[in-house]
């Protein structure tokens, strides 16, 4: 009798075409605004998780302070008219993020290696660009390009050579920065009022950089942190560091050490690892992902309303039809069975267009994504990385979903038909 359920409801879809196409289109753009949102979503995650899973698992990232990584203020060009005060507001004595105890935490048996990295805002010019730049400089610890390429995305020197331990007032360049200044290898650039020699300069990258990781290598100017100390003072300072526990080692303990260890000098930090930072940014776009596929399944609400409609409407102009059917022996379940049948596939038809709309919906979504980056500059790292997912057990689901809403929404109206008493069904005109 399943087949034939198949059949006769594949026959009166044939017969109302119009009506059937309308109901399954309401559908649709129901599962198709579900799909694209989902997509984006999973997009957004799988992103997010293989840059944490690049940086590794077993890394601790330290910033200065209570903040989270990523919050720590980089130094401004309004920094460097403001005296420094001798105190902090609260009356006590005003303490700087000092790097001293990285050097003890290098030596921790359950540490593999450190790095530090301090960001400023400097004057910058050369002889190849008329005027003064304000750009951001990085002073980085030596080795740590090598040490933790997962936080340099795309980090490759396309020509010259890389910072090595020992330089001094060296300076490695990004593609676009290398440009705007007009500077190659063996340019003298003027940073503040001191020379540095460029020694490299990195190849153009479209590598994804934001968030923990460094950011837009273009537009990178790195020095030895050593001379940036010398620039700015304060050389202690640092912006981030990274901690590499070794293999095997209990990270969540590795974090308390780096915590315990600058705690003994007095100066708090924030060492959180970077699973906790991947769970913790997962979870915020997991929130957003469902809240915004909640508000795209009202078109999905009123698509099942419209299957409930039709069907309804279907009942009304077979009435006689399913009296005939009762009155050869058909029974109860055998009407029922039909119209639910009749009614998931609408369901279905609709899922399966709707999948293919929200393909599409979500593929046009990650060029308009990749153009607001480009579009952004400081994003324009993530143009063209950025790439929606329509995993298989989402278009699995979806058709699954849609089967049963239409089955769900036709449920009532299959019902009535169910219990139609044959003779009254016969008198119907």
Known sequence: MNLEHLGLALHNLRSRP????????????GVAAVAALVAIGQGMRSSVQEQFRAIGYNTVVVTPGGGEPGATALGTVADRFSPLRAEAPWGGPLRRPSSAPLEGIRALPEVVRAGILRTETAFVTSPGMPGLGVLRVSGVSAGIFDDFPGYFPG???????????????????????????????????????????????????????????????????????????????????????LVEARPGEDVERVAELVRTTFAGSGIPVTAVTTEELSARITAVLGGLQSTLAAIASV???????????????????????????????????????????????????????????????????????????????????????????????????????????????????????????????????
């Open 18 to 29: 119009t009506r059937a196409g309308l109901t399954v289109l309401g559908v649709a753009v």
């Open 155 to 241: 980090f490759a020197v396309g020509e010259g050579r890389n910072l090595e331990a020992g330089d001094r007032q060296a300076l490695l360049l990004g593609a676009d920065v290398a440009a705007d200044l007009g500077a190659k290898v063996g340019t003298t650039v003027w940073i503040e009022d001191r020379e540095f020699v460029v020694v490299g300069i990195l190849s153009p990258t479209k590598a994804a950089g934001v968030g923990i990781t460094y950011g837009n290598l273009n537009l990178a100017l790195f020095v030895p942190i050593e001379d940036l100390a010398a620039l700015f003072g304060s050389p202690d300072r640092f912006t981030l560091g």
């Open 299 to 429: 078109a999905l609400l009123v698509g099942g309303i419209g299957v409930t409609n039709t069907m309804y409407t279907s009942v009304l102009e077979r009435t006689r039809h399913i009296g005939v059917m009762k009155a050869v022996g058909a029974k109860d379940r055998h009407v029922l069975g039909l119209f639910l049948v009749e009614s998931g596939l609408l369901g279905l038809l609709g899922g399966g267009i709707g999948v293919g709309l929200g393909a599409v919906l979500s593929g046009v979504a990650g060029l308009s994504v990749g153009r607001a980056f480009e579009a952004s500059g400081d994003l324009a790292s993530l143009a063209g990385t950025f790439s929606p997912r329509l995993e298989p057990w989402l278009v699995a689901g979806a058709l699954a979903g849609s089967f049963v809403l239409g089955a769900l929404a036709g449920a009532l109206p299959a019902l009535r038909a169910a219990r139609l008493r044959p003779v009254e069904a016969l008198r119907h005109e």
